[in-house]
């Protein structure tokens, strides 16, 4: 498998987890890969229809997910946007690997089972950087488990 394309499904509601985000999408496009992160390309007007605003990312963000190679997904432990599952979810529903990233700020907080058993591999951001996505190396997760 030759990956060109990433989709990045992350949260990013609040400072931390936009540090998280910023991160990854340094490290991708670092990496000369074609991203694709919903944040770099949300577009909300107050003027805006909600409904229109929301159908439109929606539609948006699955057809970036068809459009990559494999998903990159920043997992913060037991706590998971349901954005961030639905995104990898659709993606492993579809045979699209999932790389899941780790960034949970609580070790004990664990990994919920169907987000670490459908990854391709379970890695740390300081991992991100070298991991090779075109053999995509099983890596089990290793910590406390809900």
């Known amino acids: 498998m030759s990956v060109k394309r990433i989709y990045l499904a992350a949260p990013f509601f609040n400072a931390y987890e936009l540090s998280c985000v910023r991160r990854a999408e340094e490290i991708l496009t670092a990496r000369d890969f074609e991203l694709f992160s919903p944040r770099l390309h949300e577009v909300r007007d107050p003027a805006e229809d909600q409904a229109l605003w929301s159908r ?15 998903v990159v997904m920043l997992y913060h432990g037991a706590y998971s946007d349901s954005g961030t ?20 700020s609580d070790p004990e907080a664990g990994s919920n089972l169907m987000v670490h058993e459908s990854a391709a591999a379970n890695i740390t951001m300081e991992a991100l950087g070298d991991y090779d996505f075109d053999t995509l190396p099983h890596k089990p997760y290793r910590g406390k488990m809900l």
């Open 56 to 70: 439109e990312t929606f539609c948006s963000d699955r057809r970036f997910i068809d459009w990559a190679d494999l």
């Open 85 to 104: 599952a639905w995104e990898a979810g659709y993606a492993c529903g579809t045979g699209k690997p999932v790389v899941a990233v780790h960034v949970g």
